[in-house]
């Protein structure tokens, strides 16, 4: 195993243990739910759900807001100790999320990443705060997406890089990336756990920081501190 340079990490179901785009969804959360499980087991595409989601959404700037302060309030247990470790060690962190940015920026914030090293889908609001659109032009509103983000980032991306997340569009960033890593501490998608390189089935980002450091020994006490808690079983290696 290699020492990684970079780990990019999902944000839904991954750095928090929320489902954004159903957390808006209100009366609709039962369709949107069902929308986003079969488009991150692979079953849709993601651009026949994406905007469908959204037109019936609508979800305000408030409402977006909300979603951020939920997003920090239900991140995993040791979320900020996992992305410190990994700076400790010198490995550099992003994110990239099918959710929207705004939200995912507060998550972001939280994790003290910075905000040229976060990708989402933007929305526009009105005078308002209402609901007046969203960049139709990202690429992480559809399927291929996040392999398309990291081909925009490669000139600036230190390799070797991994991708930590739970559904079919992490999966489908392998490559660029050279590692999938499965997260199924949240929900397991079966054909994403089945495809990856590695699986973690613990509600814990911290076998992340196992992985990312390879057969290398941690440099930082904080890392060591943080490696000496994870179970052995935390890990499943498939390829």
């Keep these: 195993m290699p020492r990684f340079a970079t780990v ?37 595409a993601l651009e026949d759900v994406y905007g469908q989601r959204l037109e019936l959404i609508r979800p305000s700037h408030a409402q977006i807001e909300a979603l951020g302060r939920l997003y920090v309030a ?22 990239i999320s099918g959710g929207l940015l705004p939200a995912v920026r507060a998550v972001a914030r939280a994790l003290e990443v910075p905000d040229e090293c976060v990708a989402a ?16 032009s990202s690429p992480l509103a559809r399927s291929l997406g996040k392999r398309a983000q990291l081909e925009r980032w490669n000139g600036s991306l230190a390799r070797p890089a991994m991708i930590v997340g739970d559904g079919i569009t992490d ?15 949240v929900i397991a998608r079966e054909p994403v756990v089945a495809a990856a390189d590695a699986v973690i089935r613990v509600a814990s980002l911290a076998p992340v920081l ?9 440099r930082s006490a904080e890392a060591r501190r943080l490696l000496s808690a994870i179970p052995d079983d935390s890990i499943v290696m498939t390829s």
């Design 210 to 218: 196992r992985l990312a450091l390879g057969d290398e020994a941690p």
């Design 121 to 136: 889908v933007d929305v526009r609001f009105d005078a308002d705060g209402a609901f007046a659109g969203w960049d139709t």
């Design 8 to 44: 990019i990490f999902d944000c839904d179901s991954t750095l928090t243990a929320v489902e954004g785009i159903d957390e808006l969804a209100g009366p609709h959360r039962a369709m949107s739910s069902a929308l986003t499980s079969a488009a991150m087991r692979g079953e849709l």
């Design 171 to 185: 999966l489908e960033a392998r490559p660029p990336a050279d590692m999938f890593v499965a997260f199924a501490g």
């Design 74 to 95: 239900r991140m995993l247990p040791d979320a900020r100790e996992t992305i410190s470790a990994l700076r400790a060690e010198g490995i550099g962190v992003r994110i």
